[in-house]
């Protein structure tokens, strides 16, 4: 039988595939394991930081905040360097979870924005390094939606009834809700939480959908007139269809920051320095800036970026938009709970 | 007009509206198959990141594909853990079959009810008890536990498919080859294996499948070094799925279809041709 050779010679060839391509990475050089978003890098960076420093970069991703922690949690790993929103180191560092940085190895670290050192979720800037960060608004279809779209408000008016989305998770839309009232995104007071959820219960009958990443397309496709949704992919969505525009309430919103960090365990630290650092530089920040859409921190990238998007006040609000805007910290878990039980009253 | 030619007409005119109904319900079920794989394929060929606003015809998302390290990266550790897995499993669980058509009645359904467990126990327990097991015994998580793990979900689907070939078989003909002087191992080679090789063969497709096609336990079983292409397009749709994936998946859907395509046509020229057999010579 012609096919059972054939298949042998297959088994073997199988078989020596792998160690042929393990003959090219246990080379002497080095090797760092690095996670991060889908879709949150302009890939030929790092085959540039391999080719400046000839460390290997093994790179992987995950989807949400949530996944990269069950994974560090679980054990059995080994990532150099990670890329959690602010919220997820706060917790990170508070389980003990995160290596402390060298900042002497960073030194690239003087070029991020002063606005961005010391935020809430790490005082004292020493276990994460800003990547990018964003702010939420209202992306709306401009040739629908009548008036001056700048509060939250929107989002609870009736003439839109059956086409507004929302966030479909606690924190965001609870959050949204409490913006509107003018409280705190991170307030602990139990009963702003439950006017806020009743907010969300008198909204619920005017909403199309409660969806994430869905908003994309929705919007883009002209399925929903009005959804809250981030500066970066707005600017994307707005390139292909014109109809959109976007706007930051005035009430203030979130502002989010998704920072390197090295966990513990990490088996190469300076070498994931060095990636921190180099991931810190002008040039790369300005190509993963341009790439994904996403705001820079680094005030010396902002000057390499083409002026459309430098000057874009969706991708760079200026201060008063940010002096209102808040970030996530890690909430206690009673009020995490309570969360949770608001937002399943409401949806339900 | 007489009652029973109205009669007639009557049923006559059901049978029309069945048939239709028929043809229409193989057409519905044809669409509901395609219809995705068609828009999917469609969009991979469409000038703008969008999914839903066509923008004209480009084949860019093909040229970027194939500059995407990440994606190629994940396509290279699923093919490379899928054909791995699948052979090694076919051998395993091949033996592991004539193995257990050997054993006695009551022996062989205690061994088939333990295969049963893995194929009917859900996937995210099998993904993380392998997962803690990995981690409890001190394995980094990597190439190497996502290819055990793979191989172990395989194997009870190689038994399944090889064990009612064997059971086709005439008990005798092992005997009736011993008797005409062959050795054992040979009797095995020559004529045992011949005959369950359609089975070999499917469960080894099948474990293919299976192993490039899971998402849950490799989720659960990869590290830093083998990150497969389902977690890939999972991790990426948290913006959106790139039109990349469309490129990839109306490559590999292709690929898939070619596949078919020539095991079906060498079924039908085996059919139509009196086997041939070729005798090895000594």
């Not at chain 2, 006559?12 to 519905?28: G, N, P």
């Not at chain 2, 395609?34 to 084949?59: C, D, E, Q």
């Not at chain 2, 830093?224 to 998946?249: C, D, F, G, H």
């Amino acid at each position: 039988m012609k096919f059972k050779t054939f298949f042998f010679a297959l088994l073997i060839a199988a078989v020596c595939l792998p160690f042929a391509g393990c003959a090219r990475t246990v080379k002497p050089t080095q090797t760092i394991n690095v996670y991060n978003w889908g879709e949150y890098i302009d890939e030929s960076v790092n085959a540039e930081f391999t080719k400046e420093t000839g460390i290997r970069v093994n790179y992987t991703t995950y989807a949400t905040n949530e996944e990269l922690y069950s994974k560090l949690k679980a054990g059995g790993v080994n990532y150099d360097v990670v890329v959690p929103s602010d919220y997820m180191i706060s917790r990170m560092i508070s389980e003990n979870m995160l290596e402390k940085i060298d900042f002497s190895q960073v030194p690239n670290y003087k070029d991020i924005g002063k606005k961005y050192h010391n935020l809430a979720y790490d005082p004292n800037d020493t276990y994460s390094v800003p990547y990018m960060w964003g702010t939420v608004g209202i992306i709306y279809d401009k040739t629908k939606v009548t008036g001056n779209v700048n509060s939250w408000n929107i989002l609870w008016d009736a003439r839109y009834k059956g086409q507004i989305l929302m966030f479909d998770n606690s924190r965001d839309s609870i959050g949204i809700a409490l913006k509107k009232l003018g409280y705190s995104y991170n307030t602990i007071n139990q009963s702003q939480l439950e006017q806020a959820a009743a907010e969300l219960t008198k909204q619920k009958p005017l909403v199309q959908a409660y969806v994430m990443d869905q908003i994309f397309d929705k919007m883009e496709g002209g399925e929903a007139l009005i959804a809250p949704y981030y500066a970066g992919d707005a600017i994307t969505m707005m390139q292909e269809n014109p109809n959109l525009a976007f706007a930051v309430p005035k009430e203030g919103t979130n502002f989010f920051v998704d920072a390197m960090a090295i966990p513990k365990g990490a088996l190469n630290k300076k070498a994931a320095e060095t990636y921190i650092n180099f991931m810190c530089s002008a040039k790369i920040c300005a190509k993963n800036a341009e790439y994904t859409g996403y705001s820079t921190p680094s005030g010396a990238a902002l000057k390499l970026l083409p002026a459309s998007l430098r000057d874009n006040i969706i991708a760079y609000p200026g201060d008063s938009v940010l002096n209102k805007s808040e970030t996530y910290t890690n909430l206690p878990e009673s009020i995490l709970k309570l969360y949770d039980q608001l937002w399943t009253q409401v949806i339900s | 007009m007489a009652p029973e030619k109205l009669v007639r007409r009557f049923w006559e005119s059901i049978r029309h509206i069945k048939t239709f109904i028929y043809r229409f319900y193989v057409w519905l079920v044809l669409v509901f198959f395609y219809a995705p794989i068609f828009v999917l394929m469609v969009f991979s060929f469409n000038n703008s990141k969008s999914r839903t606003v066509w923008l004209g015809f480009t084949f860019d998302w093909y040229l970027q594909l194939f500059k995407d390290e990440t994606i190629m990266h994940s396509v290279y550790v699923t093919l490379v853990v899928a054909v791995l897995a699948a052979l090694l499993s076919t051998v395993l669980g091949t033996a592991a079959a004539i193995g257990i058509a050997g054993m006695g009645k009551r022996q062989r359904a205690l061994i088939m009810n333990v295969t049963y467990i893995p194929v009917l126990s859900p996937e995210i327990i099998t993904g993380v008890s392998i997962m803690l097991l990995f981690v409890w015994s001190g394995l980094k998580l990597g190439m190497l536990t996502l290819l055990l793990a793979h191989i172990s979900f395989d194997v009870p689907f190689v038994i399944l498919s090889v064990s009612p070939k064997l059971r086709q078989l005439d008990p005798h003909l092992f005997e009736a080859a011993l008797d005409l002087g062959a050795k054992p191992m040979s009797a095995m080679r020559k004529v045992i294996l011949p005959q369950i090789w359609p089975g070999v063969i499917t469960g080894m497709l099948m474990a293919f499948t299976l192993s490039v096609d899971d998402f849950v336990i490799s989720y659960f079983t990869s590290g830093p070094t083998s990150q497969t292409l389902s977690i890939t397009i999972y991790a990426m749709t948290r913006k959106r799925v790139s039109p990349e994936i469309n490129a990839l998946s109306t490559l590999l859907f292709i690929v898939v279809l070619t596949l078919l395509v020539i095991v079906n046509l060498r079924q039908s020229r085996d059919n139509k041709q009196p086997q041939r057999k070729e005798e090895d010579v000594r």
